[in-house]
């Protein structure tokens, strides 16, 4: 098999298991942060440097291999340095092995370069004839090389204890990291007595599946479990926002829109009215008869039940959608849709109902209605003043039979 066909297969899996990671938009997944997103970068950029490597070689291009060969040891070194930095957080170690690792990266990296420059005046990292394309390792090359079998075993010696001695979901982090640096130890080793091999990259590529194979699915998991609790944490703040809304909102007697529900209702309904928004709505106003009597004599417990009473009484024919509690004794119902078309009816069957509990115990409420006159009433007040006056007139004709 052609150097550069293992190449052609190694980018073609690399992309295949690590598309999301390498398409997506960084978020707070562990598997696509910015450390692990440019790690998969440069290993990608190796991976197609050692594959058009491969190409040159074949073709006996001298200087086109010379270049790329520096390019793919840059790429080497960008792989190291951005390997550590996704290390560093994806295990969340400790400060000593965050610092020790951050400088081993950019160590290696700075060494990479310095020796690429050197190798420009004299080939200690590596040789190329430019008319036979022949390409030979230098005394640099093979030091970096055993330099990064040891680093790398020695990650994977720190990583292999740490998962033997913790058994919690940290564990299976430093067991991915500690798969990954054996098998890339391995094949850096064997690389050292064999250039004409695709090791290097064979390694990096088994360690990028037994990585991804270890890493995602734990990853994706710790992920599910903190959407599940953002969403738990997400319903739990909705739940509170809603009931303190709700009792922002309501009156605590009788359960139903307090004066500040009735004060926001009143500007909305001024703005609707000044954008000749609302064609049609009514208004009723109430008033209990004799509740200061009841809290007089019965005491304010049964002044209480009287006023629950009432409402019960007005919302068995309006409803409590649109029913506010205002005052203490006083209330309103705004008329809409099929309460506005049927409020004829409903009016007279609830004053009917008043008119029966007269010579009763049940409650007395006196109401008057008016409606929205358009082209006329500039405001909400202007049809509720009218409601209001009627409710009097209704008040007093109750008084004079001994309500």
Known sequence: MPYWAFLALAIS????????????PESKA???????????????????SDFIWGIFEEAKLGLPLYIDTVFYFLFTGLTIFFWMHFVITFLQSNKVFTRIARLTGLAFLVAEIVCIIINFFTPIFFAVNLETAEYVGGPARDILLYVQTGFYFILFVYTLIVTLRNKDKMSRRYFAISSFSLING?????????????????GLLIGICSLHAFMVGDVRKELDDALK??????????????SAITLAYTDPLTHI?????????????????????????????FDLNGL???NDTLGHDAGDKYICDSVKVIAKYFGE???????????????????????????????????EAVDSDKPIISAGMSIYRRGQDNTYR???????????SRKEYLKEHNV
């Open 382 to 392: 202007a049809v509720f003043s009218r409601a209001d006056k009627l409710m009097y």
């Open 321 to 355: 959608d649109n029913l506010y509690r205002f005052g203490g004794d006083e209330f309103v119902v705004i008329l809409q849709n099929d309460n506005y078309q049927n409020r004829k009816s409903l009016f007279a069957s609830f004053n009917h109902q008043i008119d």
């Open 292 to 294: 200061k009597q009841v």
């Open 257 to 285: 829109h307090n004066k500040h529900a009735y004060v926001e209702m009143e500007e909305k309904m001024d703005k609707l009215i000044a954008k000749d928004e609302i064609k049609e709505f009514g208004v009723i106003v």
């Open 186 to 202: 391995v094949f850096i080793l064997i690389q050292t007595f064999d250039t004409h091999l695709p090791l290097y990259s064979m």
């Open 30 to 48: 562990i598997y696509i942060l910015r450390p692990f997103k440019l790690f998969l970068t440069a290993l990608l950029s190796l991976f197609i």
């Open 13 to 24: 899996i690399h992309l295949v298991i690590n598309f999301d990671s390498l398409r997506r």
């Open 229 to 242: 609790v953002s969403k738990d944490n997400e319903k739990i703040k909705d739940e509170a926002l809603g």
